[in-house]
């Protein structure tokens, strides 16, 4: 069999790396982002289209589609990748964020832009226990319980390539003590994982361990340890990773420092990061693959991602001052947006008028830009230069592919 | 100049027939459906997709764009072609009917599937003047005052291919002495658009009148009489057309056997329908162009347009009983929808979860069907052959083209 994670260069200042990450539906160049087709679909894009804008996988979400319209429907339908018609590999995070989410209302979401949505906010977790999750389902109001076996399940019934463990996504604004009992937890919910993959899993889905431990280093490092060291085929950095920036980037540093003495030919993912530094940060960091809401969600705001350090890469095109202005979202962007020709008045005017070509115009805008990006820092590995076009990217620099 | 209009065939057994709409930003093959972009965008589609699908001419309305973003800024972008990226003829509606619809329920409305939306009820009528009409925006509730002149104006500035004039639109529930009235006005508003053409019209702009009349016949002979002897380059065929499909088609074949007799060679243009057997039977009536929100309304609600005349050509997606379908809308359809390989089952799913691409897939279904079709009545007419194709559209034949 060949290697899942195919390490092709790596940075000598840095834990960067490129490989090809090889899958059941294809291969993924990775560092890469993975854009979210949370519910079986990239919102307002047609796969066709974002495989166009140069993506390789996309990620699902077994908590939405274990709700509606079900695994079991899914799977009749020949899987989750004929029924949404992408035929690339798909990632399925595992439910337990989403789930976890209708209890807690979370600092680290916001810093993670991985805030539940009014959806997930709807439903409500009825108890947590060592069994699992009993919650109420923001579709229909019905109880409903998952277990790891049950997420294990649900994701086996998908179809997708890689699979997430079932964990308990932690939040920012529990205690240390809250943690520790619950990233323990996560380690005996990934055994149990571990155990249905062995008895059940399928030859063509890989399974990815879920780091936790907080934002504390003793845990965060233990946690790594134990799941890098565990017989799950890659792992992801989730839950907490801090209230700011600074710090998230020091937890999954943390983290890749473990990775690399544990388990370095493993993939690694990491969960709900993707603003503009906080990618090329992660890049050099050593992170292969991340999926964000981020550009998706906030083209569907009028926001447009921009080379524009100060302003968090973003331009409000809904606000006023966008009234008049004549230039598309950026000069010399290949995005089906600007060189379509679209104006930022036209976009602006759009907006108000509430007429969804505008969120697919700038939906389409900022997954091109990420795509660019990541092809850029790829390149900048290969060719050893990481440092200077990271710099670069920080600096304002706009996307070069 | 060349012809305006440039008649290629003629049906010997109706009065269609086949002709090349010439007109400053490229030709419009007739008999034509022409989708709306009502707020300068068609909902949720491209302008290169519209194009793709097979359309020359797109239309958009005046009272709309006038509300916002405002007919001085659509021209300080470069009119509307430039504004929204479309590089083909424009058509403009002339804002009478969204006018009026403001005071006026109709039955006529629904029957010519022009009901008001929501937005247009939301505003009302302050007054009906012979000098103009003046209305609270739906907007921002300011008060607003369009005459035949604002029309002409707004118009102009929009910079459409083709402008309409501005008329009442008179409906189905009102007497025979109201509808009398308001035609005769109608007529007197015609001549100012007239003036106003003369003396400010645009030379890339042709200027359509517009017949009323309601359902009487001679007062829609009469007005079509009037309007066809008039200095206006084409008619079109407004108001009410009656409670039900048969008079509609009596009353356009009113209009149009008038129009054979007094203005042959002008293009026609039949307003606010466009169901599957009424383009069939306008295309046979002497129609040249038909705009309609039919399909792509029909489309964002979850409707999609099968070869099905006992359910209107109509198959509603959001129905429980397609959830497990894995069929595409229709076989053999090359459209992006059902090319593109999306299961029945799967738009269901999508319109349940409310889900954009959904609305957009089956908008450009409907469009795709209503394109193809109205090619198969051109090639038809063109070979002779335009009662079989009607026959076989009318016993369900799928469009071939």
């Known amino acids: 069999m060949a290697e899942l994670l195919d390490v092709q260069h790596r940075d000598p200042g840095s834990r960067a790396r490129t490989a ?42 077994t908590f939405h589609l274990f709700l509606t319209p079900g695994h079991e429907l899914v799977a009749e339908q020949g899987g989750l990748h004929e029924f949404m018609r992408w035929s690339g590999p798909i990632i399925t995070d595992s439910g337990g964020f989403q789930v976890f989410s209708m209890g807690h209302g979370t600092v680290a979401d916001e810093i993670k832009g991985r805030a539940p949505t009014g959806a997930d906010r709807a439903g409500a977790i009825l108890s947590i226990e060592e069994e699992g999750v009993r919650f109420r389902s923001y ?5 409903r319980f998952m277990a790891p076996e049950t997420s294990m399940e649900v994701q086996a ?31 005996r919910w990934l055994e149990r994982c571990l155990a249905w993959q062995d008895a059940h ?68 993912h990491l ?28 083209g569907r705001h009028g926001m447009a991602i921009v080379p524009d350090p100060e302003r968090r890469w973003r331009v409000d095109l809904t606000k ?28 602006h005017y759009l907006f ?21 990006l990541m092809a850029d820092l790829r390149a900048a590995v290969a060719a050893g230069t990481l440092a200077e076009a990271a710099a670069a990217v920080r600096a304002g620099a706009s996307p070069r592919a």
């Open 20 to 61: 090809v990450l090889r899958l059941a539906h294809g291969e993924v160049r990775t560092p890469a982002f993975v854009p979210l087709a949370t519910k079986g679909v990239v919102k307002g894009i047609e796969p066709h289209e974002v495989a166009a804008l140069g993506y390789d996988m996309v990620l699902g979400n």
């Open 139 to 143: 579709i229909d109001g019905g109880e």
């Open 157 to 187: 019934a998908l179809g997708s390539d890689v699979a997430l463990a079932f964990d308990e996504c932690t939040p920012f604004h529990v205690d240390r003590d809250y943690t520790e009992r619950s990233t323990e937890r996560t380690h």
């Open 201 to 268: 899993g399928r030859a063509d889905q890989v399974f990815y361990a879920i780091s936790q431990g907080g934002v504390h280093e003793d845990l965060r490092r233990g946690s790594t340890r134990v799941v890098a060291g565990s017989r799950a085929h890659g792992v992801a950095i989730g839950g907490s990773l801090g209230a700011e920036k600074a710090q998230m980037y020091e937890v999954v540093g943390w983290a890749t420092d473990e990775l690399e003495r544990v388990a370095p030919g493993k993939p690694r």
């Open 271 to 298: 969960l709900g990061i993707g603003e503009i530094d906080d990618l090329v940060r992660g890049v050099e960091l050593g992170i292969d693959t991340f999926d964000c809401a981020m550009p998706t969600r906030l």
């Open 320 to 347: 006023g001052r966008w009234k008049h202005a004549r230039e598309p979202i950026m000069d010399d962007c290949p995005c089906p947006a600007c060189a379509g020709g679209y104006s930022r008045a036209y976009l």
């Open 352 to 372: 108000g008028a509430r007429e969804l070509t505008a969120l697919r115009l700038v939906t389409l805008h900022n997954l091109s830009y990420v795509a660019r």
